[in-house]
């Protein structure tokens, strides 16, 4: 299955970009509130110890001013409960825990990859439940090289499966989100290597987005970055931010591209 490997390949990415890290660059902030490089490496340990079935480490205490919704207290304690450990600690539990993860995966059969069931994204096949955890660990991949200076991870599997599930949300945040008006088309031009570039555009019609026809004149064309396009879509920057850093292009009815690039951010 595809998903299998995207997983082993984002895994591997983010554990050799962390191999002979010092302290320092250990606990270097991220994107994500309240967490450091080390605790990205413990939610993604969290998460796929919770699939595994095992439970959540008890943490007395709260749990930080960054945790604002059931979910994020879901997660937080097994961040939280490996903030005392080394980097390398953590590192290492992580190398153990994914290598036991891609071996239950390569025992399972084909129904049960196509086996409905729970996921964050609701019912659905155990292959899509997968595809959602390549995004969610290749996310976190580019927090942790953001946040260390380190870019990489881009132009393979992983970065197409993570940029697919940015795209498909844009109707979302064209029609529900940003509320572009009636028959508006809004085209994104997203740039990086072969598999991440990607063009394409949403129109609303009778108060619902769609992609649009690639032959639709826009209104609006945004232009950015492959990484760019998923740090506005899972809330890790703001707009305007990077247009102070001349890192979106607009061409066309600003307004409307103003409308849709602060409503950019799907995450929950």
């Not at 995966?105 to 959602?132: I, N, Y």
Request: aromatic share 6%; proline share 5%.
């Amino acid at each position: 299955m595809q998903a299998r490997v995207a997983l082993a390949e984002t895994w591997d990415s983010l554990a050799d970009v962390c191999r002979g890290l010092r302290a320092d660059e250990w606990a270097r902030p991220t994107e994500c509130p309240g967490w450091d490089v080390k605790d990205q490496l413990s939610h993604l340990i969290g998460i796929e110890r919770m699939i595994m079935g095992q439970e959540a480490p008890a943490v007395e205490g709260p749990l930080g001013d960054h945790v604002k919704s059931d979910f994020g207290a879901m997660n937080e304690p097994w961040v939280a409960a490996r903030r005392p450990l080394g980097g390398d600690e953590v590192l290492a539990e992580f190398d153990a825990v994914t290598a036991e993860r891609l071996g239950q995966l390569d025992g399972l059969s084909d129904e049960e990859w196509a086996r409905v069931g729970f996921s964050p994204v609701g019912q659905v096949p155990f292959a899509r439940f997968m595809e959602t955890r390549v995004f969610d660990s290749w996310t976190h991949e580019q927090d942790v090289r953001l946040a260390l200076g380190r870019p990489g991870g881009m132009g393979g599997l992983a970065s197409r499966f993570g940029l697919d599930q940015v795209e498909s949300a844009m109707g979302f945040v064209v029609g529900k989100q940003a509320k572009a008006p009636e028959g508006s088309v809004t085209r994104f031009d997203i740039s990086g290597a072969p598999g991440d570039a990607r063009q394409f555009a949403v129109v609303v019609t009778e108060g619902r987005a769609a992609p649009a026809d690639g032959s639709v004149r826009p209104d609006v064309t945004l232009t950015l970055s492959g990484i760019n396009f998923l740090r506005l879509g899972c809330g890790r920057v703001g707009a305007s931010e990077l247009e102070a850093a001349g890192e979106i292009g607009v061409e066309g009815d600003a307004a409307l591209g103003q409308m849709v690039l602060s409503s950019m951010s799907f995450m929950i």
